[in-house]
C-alpha cells in the first residue's frame, strides 16, 4: 500500500514550522516550544526534505517564507486553529468560557453590544459566541446559553422570551426625503413600488416581504412582488436600508436601538405580529455554572 505523504511527517514538525512561521525567528519559535534553535532549524530542514521544496529564505538577516512555505503557513494555522477549537468542550470548569449561540442577525443587531457591556462589568469571564443560522446547531447542547427563534417551547432548553417578533417596513430618513415621502402617510400600494429589500429564507418561519404584504393584507394573495434587491442575511439587507438603499422588511425589537435614534423609519401603520420570537435558553438536562447564570440575567435585564 501506498503511504500518504503525511504518513511520513512527523507531526511536531508542524507545530515548529507554525511557531517559526509567526515569529520570523528560529531562536524565538525555540523559545515558545522549549527546544533549541538548532532543533527548530532541524525540524525544519525535515520538512523541507520531506515537501521537496524550501519553506523559509533569508534575505540578509531577515527570515522570510517563500511562496510555498506561506500557502503551507496559512494551512497549517487554519488547521491548529481549529483544533484548538475543538478541544474547548474538554477544558476543565475552572475559567471556561460561556458558550452561547445565536443567529447572525441576533448576533450583529442585538447581542454583540451587550455582550460587549457584560464584559466591561466581568472581565474575569470569558464568552466564546457561535453564530449560525442553522437550528440545530443553535440548539446543541454543547451551547451554554442559546438564543432561539421559537414560539416559546423546547425540548432541550428552558426558554424566557426576550423579544417578540413584530415586522414592519422600515427605510433611513434619507432615502424618503430623496423622495419626497412622509413615513407615516405610506400607503401599502405606494410602499410596494419602492425600493423593496429582501433577504433569502433558509427557514421556513422566517417572513419576507411577500408574505408580510400577504399576512398583513396589503396585498391580495397571489400578487407577485419584486424586490429591488435580495440579499443571502438579513444582516444585510439591513445595512442596505441603513445606507439609504431602500425599504427593509423590520424585526422591530432587533432593531429598536437604530429606530429610537432616528436612522431608521418605521413605514406606513401595518405591523405583522408573527406569533414567533426570540427567547434565551438554559439547558433543562444539567445545571449551569454561576458566571452562566450572570449572564443569562443580564441578558434577561436588557430587553
Known sequence: MEHRLLDRIPLEAFRVFDAASRHMNFS????????????????????????????????????????????????????????????????????????????????????????????????????RLLTSDSPSELASENNDLVILYSTGDHPRWHLSPLMAE???PVASPDYLASRGLAAEALTPQVLSTLDLIDYDRFNANWVSFQQWFERTGAAPRGTKLRPRYTFSTYVMAVDAALRGDGVALGSLGLLREHIDDGRLLVLGGRTLATGYGYYLGLPRNRPSRDEVLRLHAALGRST
Open 166 to 168: 413584530d415586522l414592519a
Open 28 to 127: 524565538r519559535a525555540g523559545r515558545e516550544l522549549n527546544i533549541t534553535q538548532a532543533a527548530v532549524s532541524r525540524r525544519i530542514k525535515t520538512l523541507e526534505d520531506h515537501l521537496g521544496s524550501p519553506l523559509f529564505s533569508r534575505r540578509g538577516k531577515n527570515l522570510e517564507l517563500t511562496p510555498q512555505g506561506e500557502r503551507l503557513f496559512q494551512r497549517v494555522r487554519a488547521s491548529l486553529d481549529y483544533l484548538e477549537e475543538s478541544l474547548e468542550p474538554f477544558r476543565g470548569a475552572t475559567g471556561q468560557a460561556i458558550s452561547i449561540a445565536a443567529s447572525g442577525s441576533v448576533s450583529h443587531l442585538w447581542l454583540g453590544a451587550r455582550l460587549r457591556e457584560f464584559g466591561k462589568e466581568n472581565p474575569d469571564i470569558s464568552i
